[in-house]
Each structure stands twice: as C-alpha cells, then as structure tokens.
C-alpha cells in the first residue's frame, strides 16, 4: 500500500512592501516616474525615501548644465556626478535599514546614460523597472509641466522612441497609460514581487 505523500509547502510570494529595497524607476519624460516613486514610498509600510536623479542635478544653481541646451561634457560631467551622489545616498539609506525608489530617464542605447553606472553606484541589488505610458500620454503630461522640465514635443516623442528599446531587454516594462498613480503603485508592488524571487539579469 503506497504511503501518503504531503506535497511539498509553496513558498509565499515575497512581500516588497515589507522587504528593504533599491528601486530604480526608468521612463521618459511625462511617464508619471516622480509622481509613482513619490507615492510608492509615501505609502509602503517599512521606512522608504525617494531620491531624483534630477532634483540632485539641480543641486548646482549657478553654472548648471541644462541637457535640454545640449548634451555636452559639462553637462554629462554634471549628470555622473549627480548619478554618483544619489547613488552614494541609496548606499547610505539601505545600511541604515532604509529602502529607497530612485527615478531618471535611462536610456538603453546609451551607455552614458546607461544602466550601468546605477548598477556601479548602487549595487547589484538594485531592482529596475520600466514605466512607459503611450506617447499621446506622455505628451499630454509634459504639456502641464512648467520651467526646464518642460520638453518640446518633438524631443518627448524622441525620447519615447528611443525608451521603445528597453521591449526584449528583459526588465520588466510597466504601461500606465490607463492607470494613475495609486494603481501604478500597486502594479509596481506586484512587478517588483517578481524582481525579488527572479531578479532580472541585466
């Protein structure tokens, strides 16, 4: 007579609203990146900070190095340096049991801008995510923005086609087109419950 078997115990999905993170949110202009990480980390139940990669280039008032002017060596001196800073910052959080969400416009065909220096800068630890609405969305929202971070809508549909890359990358890509921020949030919970129990390789 065969002997019972007990099948063997599921492991729980991993709970990242509870887990110490490094989140890294990617998108272009008017993806909704600031606006999701903010609330993210506003309402996740373990202490959690937001660090922008451009609030941290504003850091330099006089001599700073718009991007939007032209790319050039000061201004990709500038944003290295502010890559560094905010990655230094996540280092110090997550040692002190603090998680954090960092957002910029990583683009995946130029190293430069690459993921790269966050994976330097961060660790391997870090967990990127894509978020890439519609470009009818996106320029929907630059249009409500004011000052530099407002784009012509010629260079919002640029970088949208050059964020088009990061399909078949193998990070996961989040499309809020029809989501707002809270639902996104929670979308973001669920991807990055994934990302811990198989980290994307990258």
Known sequence: MAVPTVPPATAAAPDPTTTTLAVLLIGPAGAGKTSVAKYWADHRR?????????????????????????????SEAQYRLARRTCGFSARNFLANGISCILDDAVFPDRPVVGLGGWKRH?????????????????????AERSGNRRLTDEEVARIHGRMAGWYGSGLPIIDNSTLDVPETAQVLDEVLSRSIASPPSW
């Open 122 to 142: 961060v660790g391997p630890g870090l967990l990127p995510v894509v978020l890439l609405p519609g470009l009818d969305i996106v320029l929907e929202r630059n």
């Open 46 to 74: 373990v202490p959690t900070a937001h660090i922008s990669l451009d609030d941290v280039r504003e850091w330099v008032r006089s001599g700073f190095a718009d991007p939007q002017t032209g790319w050039n060596e000061h």
